[in-house]
């Protein structure tokens, strides 16, 4: 009865292995092109799911009060769009006499140029406990930003030229973010009653599309197999991308903690995702515009490839013990309700 039970409150966890098997063994199903068609599956219906349950689930003052928390917003994208550029670009420069190809090294400061993504922080934040509406907001806001940001950080760090279809994209995120999430908002207005008597597991049904997120990534990284790389250099680049993405999420749970910035437990969980997570699905069509034709396009990508599975694996794992570390610090918020006892306590 324990097993089952253990099995039952570690659901997740055990999900995010057997997908990764299935994705090995199979790769084709789920990747781009495949029976599944993430092209469309994931891309537009997925990401519409978890907006529409967004909006379904978060109360609408929530929503509201989040608008209005601007240092939060400030500190979600300074730290996307100038914190880790500078980072990574310091570290390439560390990198430059070692054995890694320049193209991966480039790659790297592609990398750190990327949008967040709209999807997968959500999801994390709202599975950890964190603040959702902030998690919403953020992601889209970054979405919106990098169409503008990503291309010109690039052609500063990198270089090339190239038209960004910015309609396109702001097409795609209206109808895969804005209208799904204004939507269940419009319908939880309606029923709202109903919706908060029958509890609807809106928490599952997130975790359940990230599972699917995270099985079509895998199989689209699985069914790479022209990347020309050695063995070797791309084993260095997941090691590398590993210990980035763990350093960059201990400093913002790190910096977010300080008391001058006045943020909430809650916020510091969202902060975690939505400040370290890069994407994939806006990152590879401008860097394919950008450096169409280039010899070196697929070495180049690799560092965004690996990073996004990364940052969902290594997310997906860490949401038991952020929301650990949450539970606890609430409860001790409660039971000490001291501002300054608690801000200590923070520090820890």
Not at 115 to 127: E, F, I, N, R
């Amino acid at each position: 009865m324990s097993v089952l039970r253990s099995i039952i409150q570690n659901w997740f966890l055990i999900g995010i292995v057997l997908v990764i098997f299935l994705a090995k063994a199979n790769p084709n199903v789920g990747a781009k092109g495949g029976y599944l068609k993430p092209e469309v599956t994931v891309k537009y219906i997925g990401v519409s799911i978890i907006f529409f349950n967004s909006g379904l689930s978060l109360k609408t003052e929530q929503l509201t009060a989040a608008l209005c928390q601007v240092n939060v917003h400030l500190f979600v994208q300074c730290f996307t769009f100038i914190v880790i550029p500078f980072l990574l670009h310091a570290v390439v420069l560390l990198l430059q006499t070692s054995p890694l190809e320049s193209h991966l090294l480039d790659g790297l400061r592609l990398l750190s140029c990327m949008p967040p993504p709209v999807s997968s922080a959500v999801l994390l934040t709202k599975a950890a406990g964190g603040n959702e509406a902030v998690a919403v907001f953020n992601s889209a806001l970054g979405s919106f930003l990098g169409v503008f940001i990503t291309p010109v950080l690039i052609l500063a760090t990198v270089g090339s030229t190239a038209h960004v279809p910015v309609s396109t994209i702001f097409q795609q995120l209206a109808s895969t973010v804005v209208l799904p999430l204004a939507l269940g908002q419009m319908l939880r207005a309606a029923y709202k009653r109903k919706l908060e008597r029958n509890k609807i597991p809106f928490g599952a049904i997130g975790s359940m599309v990230l599972l699917l997120i995270i099985y079509t990534t895998f199989c689209d990284t699985f069914s790479h197999k022209d990347m020309q790389v050695d063995e070797m250099s791309l084993v260095s680049v997941v090691l590398l991308v590993i210990v980035l993405q763990a350093g960059l999420m201990m400093l913002v749970f790190t910096v977010s903690k300080c008391s001058f910035l006045g943020l909430q437990p809650a916020d510091t969980v969202a902060l975690v995702f939505c400040c370290t997570h890069k994407s994939l699905t806006l990152g590879i069509p401008i860097i394919k515009i950008i450096f169409g034709g280039y010899d070196g396009l697929s070495l180049i990508s690799i560092p965004l490839l690996v990073y996004h599975p990364v940052q969902i694996l290594l997310g997906g794992l860490l949401v038991p013990v952020v929301k650990a570390w949450l539970i606890t610090t609430e409860r001790f918020r409660y039971m000490y309700p001291s501002r300054q006892r608690f801000a200590q306590f923070l520090q820890v």
